[in-house]
């Protein structure tokens, strides 16, 4: 039973251009969310992460939309740029169990020139 | 800056050999994961310790066991290795404060024949 899905396995965007990743989940008890980014050969690095109760986080060039009514999120890259390409992650956490993240599958996503 | 550190980084064993993957990190963090990386399967948590001198269970904790030697390294054991086993494995810790994402090392790439 996969709680955090990311339905897209991969994503081409062209350099300078918007990348929207998305996320469903469907443990309505996850009050906090985040994205990862991980490179080949390398462990995730933590990228963005939201509250639930926040509708938006900005932080640079990346911003994370939450819609707990539909239990989506998603993540906006503007704009694009080459070093953004990798596998990003979608977590999710609820922050009362000594948190503990449920992962998505990732988004491969590839920015090309 | 070492952060969390993983050793080793491959690793290939035989069915039924054992095995400890160590991991230290050095940000004074309370909490400690283990999780694997498996194709089309996220991250999965495979075994946690949310103080030192405790240890719980994840997702999938089945054939391994974990110690907590210290505050700093967390190990996972690996006590007949299966093929099923063959992942990467990745360690992460946690400070306090809901600010404060999971920290990963670099990943331990484990092949089983």
């Known amino acids: 039973d996969q709680q955090v899905k990311q339905n897209s396995p991969s994503l081409s965007v062209q350099e300078g251009r918007i990348s929207i990743l998305n996320c469903d989940y469907t443990?309505?008890?996850?009050?906090?969310f985040l994205w990862y980014k991980k490179y080949p050969a390398e462990g995730p690095t933590f990228l963005i992460s939201?509250?639930?109760?926040?509708d938006k986080n900005e932080d640079g060039r990346f911003t994370v939309f939450l819609n707990k009514s539909a239990k989506h999120l998603s993540l906006h890259i503007v704009p694009s740029q080459p070093g953004d390409s990798a596998v990003y992650f979608c977590?999710?956490?609820?922050?009362?169990?000594?948190?503990?993240?449920?992962f998505g599958t990732g988004t491969r996503l590839q920015v090309t020139l | 800056n070492a952060g969390v550190t993983q050793t080793p980084k491959f690793q290939v064993l035989k069915t039924g050999q054992s095995m400890t993957l160590q991991c230290a990190q050095d940000?004074?963090?309370?909490?400690m994961y283990w999780y694997r990386q498996d194709p089309g399967m996220g991250l999965r948590l495979i075994y946690y310790?949310?103080?030192?001198?405790?240890?719980d269970k994840g997702e999938v904790p089945n054939g391994y066991n974990v110690s907590r030697l210290n505050k700093r390294e967390f190990s996972l054991r690996l006590e007949s290795a299966a093929p099923s086993q063959t992942s990467v494995y990745f360690c992460a810790s946690f400070g306090q404060g809901i600010s404060q994402p999971q920290h990963f090392g670099d990943g331990t790439r484990l092949s089983i024949l």
């Open positions: 310790s949310a103080s030192e001198g405790t240890t």
């Open positions: 977590a999710a956490e609820n922050t009362g169990t000594a948190s503990k993240l449920t």
């Open positions: 443990n309505s008890m996850f009050d906090y």
């Open positions: 939201i509250s639930s109760i926040k």
């Open positions: 940000m004074n963090h309370n909490s």
